[in-house]
């Protein structure tokens, strides 16, 4: 994966680091942890600007998240309700647990969305519930766009410093991406295994 991600990269420049992280972004599990060091190692070899790379990976990174809120949006709370009554025990999720998450993005959703942004996985899937509560779109863009400039600085930062040491940046983001990535996915088996319909719900 490395090899055709440097080489888009190299042939393609600022326009391809964007439509990588365009395609990251849509389709989790192509990693920016990859895409964004090799970007900052690619300004530090061919003399192109830090900054140019840092704007063009969150930039394609934000239009995925875009696409991601208009998507929930245009669904709505309504009919991923009705979706989520049928298929509940694979969504882990119920009515009274669909009104509680609504709460609390209608208090927290800035800080959700902004930390959100600089968790592996994570970062790709919180534009949903973002929009299917009806974020503001304003804050959306605000806290969306906060924490994904600092996401892609900081790992094209750590490129563009340590060069071709790549090895170096993935012993420390490589593993922490997989244990985000095992306790999320213990969670969800968790949740299907002990899932109960509440009594409240419709």
């Known amino acids: 994966m ?17 439509l990588l992280m365009f395609v990251e972004t849509v389709f989790p599990p192509i990693p920016s942890e990859v895409i964004m060091p090799l970007a900052g190692i690619y300004a ?19 239009i995925g998240n875009i696409f991601w809120y ?3 949006a245009w669904l709505g709370l309504t009919r991923f309700e009705r979706f989520a009554i049928r298929f509940g025990r694979i969504l882990t ?19 959700i969305v902004g930390v959100g ?8 899937l919180i534009s949903i519930p973002a929009g299917l509560v009806a974020m503001d779109w304003r804050r959306f863009l605000f806290y969306s766009s906060l924490g994904t400039f600092v996401w892609t600085t900081g790992l094209a930062v750590a490129g563009y410093l340590l060069g071709k040491r790549f090895a170096e940046i993935d012993k420390v983001i490589g593993p922490l ?8 996915f213990g969670i969800y088996l968790y949740r299907v295994i002990t899932w109960k319909k509440t009594k409240s719900a419709p």
């Open 44 to 62: 530090a070899q061919s003399g192109h600007s830090l900054t140019g790379v840092i704007i063009a990976g969150a930039i394609g990174s934000m």
């Open 70 to 72: 208009l998507l929930a």
């Open 177 to 184: 991406s997989t244990a985000i990535i095992v306790i999320l």
């Open 117 to 124: 942004r600089v968790l592996p996985t994570v970062r790709s």
């Open 93 to 111: 999720l119920d009515h009274e647990e669909i009104v509680r998450g609504q709460k609390l993005f209608e208090r927290y959703g800035g800080a």
């Open 2 to 18: 490395t090899d055709w991600i440097g080489t888009i990269i190299d042939n393609f420049g600022y326009v391809g680091i964007g």
